[in-house]
């Protein structure tokens, strides 16, 4: 099957500095990303939907200026924790989609923010 | 390394029967299971999970089994209904929460 890589899987950043997590679709090419959030045993939230050579779509709730989104290539889609707190740590999860009926979803960024 | 599979890639059921997903994982870490909805250019949506102390949870129409044993987990959908189609992911997780592993997904179609 599809394989969805993110790097890194874990990451620690003082407070107040900014964190890029990497999302690549290594076999085929991705027309949409998702990223997720997830808190433990709780449900995936979705943040943003991202298009390949567009702005993300941002879910209610999400701020767009903390959390950057970048989707330059078919194959890579970035999201960047601006200013991060402690309030952020938490499970960051992608998923990649060449279709509206697939979607493939990487192993997951554990983010802790001291 | 894929450590939670879901081997069927697509089920077909008729209306008012039951559905049954299956779910293999590797690792004997994994301390929580759940299985998760998506429908299509949608993001996936919890739909129940089971912690790895019990061997059953019961949620309506949807009911997790977990084998150990036989590092299985199986989801029941009785009865299953059109609304129903969808795909559905399993996942694990290790370390209470810091970590999840997902399955690919299988499409489930009810026919009406």
């Known amino acids: 099957g599809a394989v969805v890589s993110q790097h890194p899987s874990r990451v620690i950043c003082k407070s107040g500095t900014s964190v890029k997590i990497e999302c690549r679709s290594l076999d085929f090419q991705a027309t949409t990303m998702f990223w997720y959030r997830q808190f433990p045993k709780q449900s995936l939230m979705l943040m943003a939907t991202?298009?390949?050579?567009?702005?993300?779509?941002?879910e209610q709730g999400v701020e767009k200026d903390k959390f950057l989104i970048n989707h330059a290539s078919l194959t890579l889609s970035t999201l960047t924790v601006t200013s991060a707190h402690p309030e952020d740590s938490s499970f960051y999860i992608c998923s990649a989609s060449s279709s509206s009926y697939e979607q493939y979803f990487g192993p997951g960024t554990r983010l802790t923010v001291t | 390394d894929q450590q939670v599979k879901q081997n069927s890639p697509s089920l077909s059921v008729q209306e008012g029967r039951i559905s049954i997903l299956n779910c293999d994982y590797t690792n004997s870490m994994f301390d929580y299971f759940l299985w998760y909805k998506k429908y299509p250019a949608e993001g996936p949506t919890f739909l129940i999970s089971i912690s790895s102390i019990k061997d059953k949870n019961e949620d309506g129409r949807f009911t997790v089994f977990l084998n150990k044993s036989a590092k299985h987990l199986s989801l029941h959908i009785v009865p299953s209904q059109p609304g129903d189609s969808a795909v559905y992911f399993c996942?694990?997780?290790?370390?209470?929460?810091?970590?999840?592993?997902f399955g690919t997904g299988t499409s489930l179609t009810v026919i009406p």
């Open positions: 991202s298009n390949e050579g567009s702005k993300a779509t941002y």
């Open positions: 996942a694990a997780s290790l370390n209470t929460g810091n970590q999840f592993y």
